[in-house]
Every structure is written in structure tokens, then in C-alpha cells.
């Protein structure tokens, strides 16, 4: 019986737990052609789109319907989370709040319990309260009413407090409302260690966050990707002075002239924590300072900034900041009084009360320190998911191992679940997240944002677990580079959680040197990439590290960059300083040197002439090739000192080099240039022919299984039923080769160019084509099942007979591509629009539902020109 499509029917069995893959494929198809039913559907569980077309799935943002929204839209209607807790025309707009708190700015999720009435929690956990949750904030009112007061004869107001204390909570579910009432206010965020992309690096920069605030007021005419090239410009510009940060408030007073503005500075601590060069920080404080001394009567801006009371040591210790800073307010520890408030009130307003005498059991396990208030809501928010209908019990209370023990009995259980190989990844993934202190009370352990990038694909679907709904150990968004990035959900884990004290404590001078050659690699990045290399033992240090603590703290790119330059820098040097002490011998070698050289050669010219040189002969010729477009040394000290590089394109063979069957099994061969070779039926595996120059070899049959060809230029090549299963072809040349019958199984293809290419009855399948360009290539009768072509290049290529079960082709560009006789049913991501831009596509095989949308889908203004397709038999 066929299954419908419907929304409403897709829902219905989200809801039951009966969906299967079509199901998300079917729902990812109405959400991408922006379906009005279904989004109407999902409305009453907080699914919406915004004029700026960002997606809003309860308390997540996305910026596309991928696999993580749809999984998100999965989530929500199963917890049945409720429309209730918003209210839209009331809402708050925090300008750059998102690129934050993309998980943290909407109540916590409802409980959907029989015995319940689908009451949200009030309570926030380890999350800050945001501006939707002011009406559940309790126990601040004295302390709001003063910063309100503050706001209005001040233009700067630093709130210090201990962690944990509440300093965010109370800036954004207490003073921002408040300023909300007046309808006059505009408000902006930012934190200090907000992630810049810079030369492929991800590098926290104070000036891009405060500039990511103040674009969507200085230029709200701009969209959102012209805003982030703003950001980048008005960054820079700020830093070296060119525009003034009072120009920029002055043109935002222009865009709104009756308004004020709260600029929010939260987690200032970062700017000590994250950023590292003390030049920019100086820098950094030094505009804000210039802005602060500027009359209030001048200016509407009004700095609220909140920093961590033990980071106070730092910042007095530049003298201009100390200054002022002296008009700080402090946020201290709350009363007995208003911790009753903060446990009863909440819950009070939604009908629900504690047993008998369970409010002061929990007092009294609160104790007075301020960082035990995160583990007070956390606590509480447990015990609203075990309440016995409208009451929280004793019971329960137990159950979750009181105040002290709940956060780390859940963080216990949810590691207890993992794998081993879970167990043993989660434990980098921590470290990443943590600055260690000193290990001291002096300097205590911080949380760290990482990005996607640098905790590495393989550990991102964990990350993903670790953040969701039944776990929450750590918080994803995306930053305004729509980088995806991570966090610990609140410093009390690090702090209270005994595995992971554990693991900082064990690693804590690993993390240290890891994070030194972090900032050195950073220097010599801000230097141009000129000098400042490690040497000497700092070096040992460092290759030491990179080689023997990876598993504990794995570098970035840019940091195993920097030391294997310092690497070469060091072998240069050296060659310098032996080469004038051996100046002498040098000098005789070098002359007798191109003698023998010569020699050998023409030995191994005749041995290979003759048929009986192989691999030994071969590497003997190119040993030097991989590193001699990396030096700069004359060509006979290149040779004398890296071994030679001879181009056998050139090599004056009477016929072709000919090596058919030869045994070349893991030969160097990289960077090595050959005239049209008979390679036939020759074994290549796990040979290292990176960067190659194999135009027109004839590799028929050959063994190139494993093998590293990335950037090799194959080029009308024969590799006719040759085995490439596994080889690495990244950014490969096989434009016009001959692939037919071939084995490339779960090869790496990406942005590999397979243009013109006979890829005829090839096996694709498992391979990752991400990016590659198969541009009139023919693919008939290839097998790409499982194969990833997302944002292949397809145009004119024919797909005759191809198999694609299970192919992804997300983003793959069909115009004119011939469907001829192909079947798509159980291919992944094809939209009604990359069908319709195909030749032919009516003779294709679609399953029913989607071949209805194909239908109702409007055919494009420009159809593709497919004359060379209208004499073919279907």
C-alpha cells in the first residue's frame, strides 16, 4: 500500500515514531520549495522562517534544510513543544544574539507526560535566561532596578560577579525587558572571543565581534551575506583606525534617530582568556575606552559589559582600563529570601508546587556560594521533568542526587552510554573546550569556543549527540561566518564534573604546550609568515608534541603548518652552516659530483632501454622531485643534496618507457614526470605518485589500488579496467582518459576533473566525488551507488544505464545531463529542479511521490538545448 506524502500523514508519524528515510526526504522537499501546508503544520511546534529566511526550529537556528534541521523539526514534534511559551508581537531583538545563543534564548522544552497539561519548564538549567524568559526570572529585581538606573545617567556599566552568579541572566531576562518597556532602545551583542575566518583560519578577533554587532544598525539596508562582508571591512577598519568607533554610533544615531542603543559586552573575560596577543586586546580597550570618556548627552550608547570577578586582576593591570572600571557594579551571592524566590516563583505561575518541607531541603543544600546557582537550576529543571503531576516531590529530589550531585550524576550516565571509541574521542573533544588556569583558585579553568573545523569532521556527529535533547553537556551554533561552533553548555562542568576535572587536571601541561605553539604559530601568521619559525629545542619541543600528543591535543592546521616550516627553515640552516665548514669538500664533491651522476644515469638509461630496470631505477631518477620545487638551491647542489630529478618526458628513449607488469608495489614516485609510459598491467599499489605527469599512459589493467595520485595529471590516459579502489585522486587531471570498466571504489575524487572522460561500466560506488567535474563525461552503466556527487559538476554528461541507489546528489549541476533509461528512485537529494535543467529527464525512473512534485514543478524560462540527444533511442 502506498504511504502519502502529506504533511499533515508526515507528522502524524513523527509523532507515532513510525517515520522511515522517505519520510525525511519527503518532508526536506515541502520544507525546501517552501511548502505553505506544511509550514503551517509545523508552526504549532515553533518551525518557522523569518523575512531573513533564517529557520527557527524551537529554541535552534539553520540557515538551510539540513540533515541536523530536519532532525531538529523530528525532535520538536515528538516533545510536542508548545507555541505558548512565545510571544511574537512581545518579542525582544537582540541584533547578533543568534550567532551566539542559537540554543539558549527559548524556555526549555515541554513536558509531554500524561499527567502533565503540557506545561513549559521554567527553569533554565545550565543555560543563561534570556529576553522570552523574564517572566520566569526571580530574586534579581534590587539589582535590575539598579542597573536600570545606571542606564540612565551612565554610558558604561562593568557588572562583575563570580561564576555562575547570574551576570548574563540578569543583563538579558532583567535589564534588556525593562529597556524594552520604554520602546525607544535598540540592543546588540557580543562576546570578545567571537571566531573570524582569516586565511583559512578560524581566529577569535575582538574587532570582528563588536563589528558583527554593529553592522545589522550601521547598514541595515544591507543583506545578510553583504553585512558579513561589512563586518569583515568595518573590523579591520576599526583596528587600524581609519573609521572611529564614534563615527559608527553617530551614522547608527542617524539610521535611528529617537533611539538609544545597549551594546552588550558579555563574557568580557574572554578578551583575556581567548585572545592572546596583548597588542590587539590593548588595542581593543583602548577604542572602547576612547567611546566611554564621549559625554552621554553625545552619544546614545550605553556599554553594558560583564566579566567574571577573578579576571579583575587582569584587567587592572592596564591602567587606562583600571580607570574605568572603578564604577563597576558587583553582582554578589543571593539571600535565603530571594533563592526561595527563585525556586517557588516559577513554578507558582504555572500551578505547580513543591512537597512540604522540599524548598528548604533544597536551601539548605544550596549553601551561599554564587557559583552554586547554576546547580540550583539545573537541579530544579530535573526535578520538572520527574514531577508527579502538578508537584515536585521528595522522591524525586533523591533520585537525581540533590543540588551538588545532579549535574554530575547526569553528565555520569550520559557518558556511561558511549561507546568505548566514544568514550576515548569525547575526552579530546573536552580538552579542545576548556582553557585550563593555573590549576589553582588563582586563575580558574574556562570554557573555549571551537569550531567545527578545528575539532575535525570525524568528531562532529558526536558533538551532536553530546548537545542533544537527553544529553546537553555542550551547546552548537553558528557564528556569522555560518561556521558551525561548540561550547561547554556553562563553566559549572568544568568545575563540578570529576571526569572532566580529571581529564583537564591529566592534560593541563599538554593543553598549556599545545596552546604555546598555538600562539607562536599565530604570531608568525600576523608577521607575514616571515621569520619567527621555531628552531632549536623549541622545535624538538614541537615535533615532539605533534608526533607524541595528538590523541590529547591535536594541533591546527595552521600551528602543523608552521612547524613544518620551521622544520624546513631548520634544514636550510643547517645546510648553510655545513656547507661552509665543509666549504672545501663541497667544493671537490660538487665538481666530481655531475660526473658520476651522469654515469648512473646512463647506466639506468640502458637498463631500462633494455627492459630490466624497475622500481629501484625509477626512484633513483626522481628522488628529489617532491622537495625541488621547494628549494631555492642552484640545480647541482639541489641534486648533490636531495637526489636527482630527472624529466623523463625528456629522457631520449628510442620508444616509449616501458614497464608493463613491473612490480613498482609502494614506489616513490612523486612530482615525477613521464613520456606516455607502458604501465600495463603494472603493480602501483600504495605508490606515492602525487603530483605526477602521466599524460597518455597506458596503465590498462594496472594495480593502483591505495595508491596517492592527488594533483597527478592523467590526462588521455588508458586506464581501462585498471584498479583504483581506495586511491587518492583529489584535484587530479583525467580529462579525456580512458576509465572504462575501471575499479574506483570508495576512491577519493574530490575536485578531480573528469571531463570528456569514458567512464563506461566504471565502478563508482562509495566514492566521494564532492566537487568533481564530470562535463560531458560518459557515465553509462557506471555504478555510483552510494557515492557522494555532491556539487559535482554534471553538465552534457550522459547517464545511460548509470546506477545511483543511494547516490547523493545534493547541489549537482544536471543541465543538460541525459537521464536516458536511469532510474532515480533511491537516489538522495535530487530536487524537481536539477531534474527539469537534465535532457531527457521524462524517459527516467522516479518513484511516484516524487515524480508527482516533478510534474507540479514549473519547467525553466530557458529549457536546455538537447538537440544532440533527440536522435538517441530511449
Not at 535566561?129 to 520566569?136: M, Q, R, T, V
Not at 588508458?718 to 576512491?747: H, P, W
Not at 533509461?821 to 530536487?831: C, E, I, P, V, W
Not at 515524480?851 to 533511442?873: A, G, H, R, Y
Request: hydrophobic content about 35%; charged content about 25%.
Amino acid at each position: 500500500m502506498a504511504v502519502s506524502n502529506d504533511s499533515s500523514d508526515i507528522i502524524k508519524r513523527i509523532q507515532s515514531g513510525e517515520l522511515n528515510d522517505s519520510d525525511l526526504e519527503s518532508l526536506r522537499q515541502l520544507l525546501q520549495n517552501n511548502d505553505n501546508e506544511t509550514l503551517q503544520q509545523l508552526g504549532k511546534f515553533n518551525v518557522s522562517i523569518d523575512e531573513g529566511k533564517e529557520i527557527h526550529i524551537g529554541d535552534r537556528n539553520y540557515f538551510n534544510w539540513n540533515d541536523e534541521a530536519i532532525q531538529a523539526v523530528v525532535e520538536v514534534v515528538q516533545q510536542g513543544k508548545a507555541v505558548a511559551v512565545f510571544n511574537p508581537t512581545g518579542k525582544v531583538t537582540i541584533y547578533n544574539y543568534y550567532n551566539y545563543y542559537r540554543e539558549e534564548t527559548t524556555t526549555a522544552s515541554v513536558d509531554t507526560t500524561e499527567e502533565t497539561d503540557n506545561l513549559p519548564c521554567p527553569y533554565r538549567g545550565l543555560f543563561s535566561f534570556g529576553p522570552e524568559d523574564a517572566k520566569y526570572f526571580f530574586g534579581r529585581e534590587v539589582f535590575i532596578k539598579k542597573l536600570y538606573q545606571a542606564t540612565q545617567t551612565r554610558n558604561f556599566i562593568p557588572v562583575l560577579g563570580a561564576s555562575g552568579s547570574g551576570k548574563s541572566s540578569v543583563v538579558f531576562a532583567g535589564l534588556v525587558p525593562k529597556l524594552q518597556q520604554e520602546g525607544n532602545w535598540q540592543f546588540t551583542y557580543f562576546r570578545p572571543g567571537f571566531l573570524r575566518k582569516k586565511d583559512k583560519q578560524d581566529i577569535p578577533d575582538p574587532f570582528y565581534a563588536l563589528a558583527t554587532a554593529l553592522v545589522p544598525l550601521y547598514t541595515p539596508q544591507l543583506n545578510e551575506t553583504k553585512q558579513l562582508a561589512q563586518a569583515n571591512e568595518l573590523a579591520d577598519f576599526l583596528r587600524s583606525g581609519q573609521v572611529l568607533l564614534s563615527d559608527v554610533i553617530s551614522k547608527i544615531q542617524q539610521n535611528y534617530p529617537n533611539s538609544q542603543l545597549l551594546l552588550i559586552a558579555d563574557q568580557f573575560e574572554e578578551i583575556y582568556t581567548v585572545c592572546e596577543s596583548e597588542k590587539i586586546r590593548r588595542q581593543f580597550l583602548d577604542i572602547l575606552i576612547d567611546n566611554i570618556y564621549t559625554p552621554t548627552s553625545n552619544s546614545p550608547l550605553v556599554l553594558v559589559l560583564t566579566m567574571r570577578a577573578d579576571f579583575l586582576g587582569n584587567a587592572l593591570s592596564y591602567n587606562s582600563f583600571a580607570e574605568v572600571l572603578n564604577s563597576d557594579i558587583k553582582l554578589g551571592g543571593m539571600s535565603h529570601k530571594q533563592l526561595r524566590e527563585v525556586i517557588e516563583k516559577p513554578a507558582e505561575l504555572l500551578g505547580v508546587e513543591f512537597e512540604p518541607g522540599l524548598v528548604e531541603s533544597i536551601l539548605d543544600d544550596v549553601e551561599d556560594a554564587p557559583g552554586n546557582l547554576p546547580l540550583l537550576e539545573f537541579a530544579l529543571t530535573e526535578l520538572w521533568k520527574r514531577r508527579k503531576g502538578k508537584q515536585i516531590t521528595h522522591d524525586a529530589y533523591q533520585e537525581i542526587g540533590k543540588v551538588q550531585g545532579a549535574l554530575t550524576r547526569h553528565a555520569d550516565s550520559v557518558f556511561s552510554k558511549l561507546s568505548l571509541d566514544e568514550k576515548q574521542r569525547v575526552r579530546g573533544i573536552f580538552i579542545q573546550l576548556v582553557n585550563p588556569g593555573d590549576g589553582t583558585e588563582g586563575i580558574k579553568d574556562t570554557r573555549r569556543r571551537v569550531t567545527k573545523s578545528e575539532l575535525g569532521e570525524s568528531n562532529w556527529n558526536l558533538v551532536t549527540k553530546l548537545a542533544g535533547q537527553n544529553c546537553r553537556l555542550v551547546v552548537t551554533s553558528q557564528n556569522a561566518n555560518q561556521q558551525e561552533t561548540v561550547e561547554v553548555v556553562h563553566e559549572a562542568l568544568i568545575r563540578d564534573w570529576h571526569q572532566l576535572r580529571d581529564w583537564v587536571n591529566e592534560s593541563r601541561e599538554i593543553i598549556r604546550n599545545g596552546r604555546k605553539i598555538e600562539a607562536r604559530a599565530k604570531e608568525w601568521e600576523d608577521k607575514g609568515r616571515k621569520g619567527y619559525t621555531l628552531h632549536g629545542r623549541q622545535l624538538r619541543d614541537a615535533k615532539e608534541f605533534q608526533k607524541e600528543k595528538a590523541e590529547q591535543f591535536e594541533l591546527s592546521s595552521l600551528a602543523k603548518e608552521f612547524i613544518k616550516v620551521s622544520i624546513n627553515s631548520e634544514w636550510k640552516n643547517r645546510i648553510k652552516l655545513v656547507s661552509i665548514l665543509m666549504m672545501p669538500i663541497v667544493i671537490v664533491s660538487i665538481i666530481l659530483f655531475p660526473d658520476l651522476r651522469q654515469r648512473n644515469i646512463e647506466n639506468i638509461k640502458e637498463k631500462l632501454k633494455s627492459g630490466e630496470g624497475g622500481k629501484r631505477e625509477l626512484e633513483y631518477l626522481v628522488a628529489g622531485c617532491d622537495v625541488k620545487h621547494r628549494q631555492k638551491l642552484p640545480r647541482n647542489l639541489a641534486n648533490f643534496f636531495f637526489g636527482n630529478c630527472v624529466d623523463l618526458f625528456r629522457f631520449e628513449f628510442p620508444q616509449q618507457l616501458y614497464l608493463m607488469k613491473a612490480n613498482l608495489d609502494g614506489a616513490k614516485l612523486s612530482e615525477a614526470f613521464f613520456r606516455h609510459p607502458i604501465l600495463q598491467e603494472a603493480n602501483l599499489n600504495e605508490a606515492n605518485l602525487y603530483g605526477a605527469k602521466l599524460m597518455g599512459a597506458n596503465l590498462m589493467e594496472a594495480d593502483l589500488s591505495d595508491a596517492n595520485l592527488n594533483e597527478a595529471n592523467l590526462r588521455e590516459a588508458n586506464l581501462y579496467s585498471t584498479n583504483l579502489s581506495r586511491a587518492k585522486l583529489f584535484r587530479a587531471n583525467l580529462m579525456e582518459a580512458d576509465l572504462m570498466g575501471a575499479d574506483l571504489m570508495e576512491a577519493d575524487l574530490r575536485q578531480a576533473s573528469f571531463s570528456e572522460a569514458n567512464l563506461w561500466e566504471a565502478d563508482l560506488s562509495y566514492a566521494n566525488l564532492e566537487g568533481a567535474n564530470l562535463e560531458g563525461a560518459d557515465l553509462s552503466h557506471a555504478d555510483l551507488s552510494h557515492a557522494d556527487l555532491t556539487q559535482t559538476q554534471l553538465w552534457e554528461a550522459d547517464f545511460n544505464g548509470a546506477k545511483l541507489t543511494q547516490a547523493n546528489l545534493e547541489g549537482a549541476d544536471f543541465r543538460k545531463v541525459t537521464f536516458r533509461d536511469r532510474s532515480f528512485g533511491q537516489a538522495k537529494n535530487l530536487t524537481p529542479e536539477q531534474v527539469k535543467s537534465a535532457c531527457n529527464w521524462q524517459k527516467a525512473k522516479f518513484d511516484p511521490e516524487f515524480l508527482d512534485k516533478l510534474n507540479k514543478f514549473p519547467d525553466p524560462e530557458e529549457k536546455p538545448d538537447c538537440s544532440i540527444w533527440e536522435d538517441d533511442s530511449p
